[in-house]
């Protein structure tokens, strides 16, 4: 039995929710940038939504959601930080207790993060353990609703509004370059630009190492790997999801992937000529447009920035490198 997917109504719907309660992130523009890739590029800066990244909306509207008994019971997720910061904001600002499994070595500013939005962690070993199985057996013991990084129809729809905004403010587009993990954004923002601007070809882009996305693609069902190691953290899921892979297969138009050298270049640009902190993760959609992985010259391009969440002192020796 297919599962029911989200659509763009759920995304519009998502929207009213998080008026007044996210930031409507402002789209930048660089000439800089534009010459490089010989395109008009727009980029959606998602690094400055609350808590530091796009995850934000996708949590709150998931837990807006809950019935008063849900509430009464709590959350549980698992996350290797945005998603983490963004389930123990949304929680402390509507008055629910969150439980955040994070991996041991995810960054520590992530992790401080999380903790200073009242989230309580419980670690693992991200390749030795199941987060997923720890997340179930927290959910059988306490009776919290498991609100998962990506895979929920919920999260997908909020994170699909930062598309729509992009839309909203400068108009259609030829391509939609996003970011891929688990594919919550990818897929939200797929169904932003179906609606919006029918003609917009949308690309997902992947850490190298950690190409599951790309492989599903091709193979035309879901490939799980091992836990990748890359720069990217927030992008070293190990498989798509059950809502999100059949979104992708529908509207996204192919998966492209670029290196953490890569990375590391995109992040130097977005400091040196753009002024902002942009994580490894953020960047992989920057990367593939500026580094050349889809030629796009002529084009209007869109361009989400996920999230500017690092540690300094590690970003510091990236830039210095």
Do not use: W
Request: proline residues 4%.
């Amino acid at each position: 039995m297919l599962p029911e997917l989200p659509s763009f109504d759920d995304v519009a719907r998502a929207s009213e929710r998080l008026a007044g309660n996210a930031h409507r992130t402002p789209v930048l523009t660089s000439t800089t940038a534009d010459a490089i890739a010989g395109a008009s590029l727009f980029f959606k800066c998602e690094n400055f939504q609350r808590m530091g990244a796009f995850k934000f909306r996708g949590g709150y509207n998931a837990i807006a959601r809950l019935t008063p008994a849900q509430r009464a019971a709590g959350v549980v997720t698992f996350s290797s930080g945005n998603h983490a910061q963004a389930i123990a904001l949304a929680s402390r600002l509507q008055g629910v207790k969150a439980t955040i499994i994070m991996p041991l070595d995810a960054p520590a500013a992530k992790r401080a993060a999380t903790e200073g939005y009242g989230g309580q962690i419980v670690t693992y070993d991200r390749y030795a353990e199941d987060r997923e199985q720890i997340a179930l057996r927290i959910q059988s013991e306490t009776g919290a609703t498991l609100i998962p990084p990506y895979d929920h129809e919920d999260v997908i729809a909020g994170q699909g509004t930062a598309a729509k905004e992009l839309f909203e403010d400068v108009g259609e587009l030829d391509y939609l370059f996003v970011c891929l993990g688990g594919g919550g954004l990818l897929s939200g923002s797929a169904l932003s630009a179906f609606a919006l601007s029918p003609r917009c070809q949308v690309y997902g882009v992947e850490p190298e190492a950690g190409n599951d996305g790309q492989q599903s693609l091709r193979k035309g069902e879901i490939v799980r790997i091992q836990a990748p190691k890359t720069l990217a953290d927030g992008a070293a899921t190990t498989h798509l999801g059950h809502l999100t892979f059949p979104l992708i297969q529908k509207y996204v138009r192919d998966i492209v992937t670029v290196t953490d050298e890569q990375l590391v270049s995109t992040m130097k640009f977005f400091a040196e000529r753009m002024k902002m902190v942009v994580e490894p993760t953020g960047c992989l959609a920057a990367a593939a447009v500026l580094q050349s992985v889809v030629p796009v010259r002529g084009a209007r391009v869109g361009v989400i920035i996920s999230g500017g969440n690092v540690d300094l002192a590690a970003y510091g020796k990236l830039l210095a490198g």
